[in-house]
């Protein structure tokens, strides 16, 4: 892991970048930076100040190991037998609003809810680090860092 952690030539924050918005690694599908995209993971405009590499690193490796505050996943099972996996991101009209991973916001009657547990599964998808090259996933943490 030691290159992936390692300051890598110019560039690697540029290549990072387009991974991050491919549909390779689909980061840009459920993590913002500032006002843009969607809110189904926590906002990384300032990731780079706030996580060390290793912690990056972590985060990308196992995504379930544990969750940003406000962003924990949950399943919610309907009286009709139906689970949904995602985020809890609201409640209107009656209805408990959760956010998949398809980046979809499922509204569920509260008075169709069987039950909703913690989940302990992110709707992150595990294997990101199998998807890409070592040189892929260092140029992913250079942007990552970058955020500032």
Do not use: W
């Amino acid at each position: 892991l030691r290159p992936i952690l390692e300051n890598r030539p110019l560039g690697a924050q540029t290549r990072g970048a387009a991974l991050f918005e491919s549909a390779q690694t689909a980061c840009a599908t459920c993590h913002r930076r500032g006002e843009s995209r969607n809110p189904l993971g926590p906002d990384l405009s300032t990731i780079g100040a706030a996580r060390q590499p290793i912690d990056l690193l972590e985060s990308i490796l196992f995504p379930s190991a544990s969750f940003a505050r406000g962003y924990e996943p949950y399943i919610i099972e309907t009286d009709d037998n139906e689970q949904h996996a995602g985020v809890i991101v609201g409640e209107k009209d009656g209805a408990i609003q959760l956010a998949t991973a398809a980046g979809k916001v499922v509204s569920i009657p509260a008075n169709d809810i069987a039950s909703i547990q913690a989940s302990r599964v992110s709707i992150m998808p595990a294997g990101l680090d199998k998807a890409l090259s070592p040189q892929e996933l260092a140029d992913l943490i250079a942007y990552l860092r970058s955020l500032k």
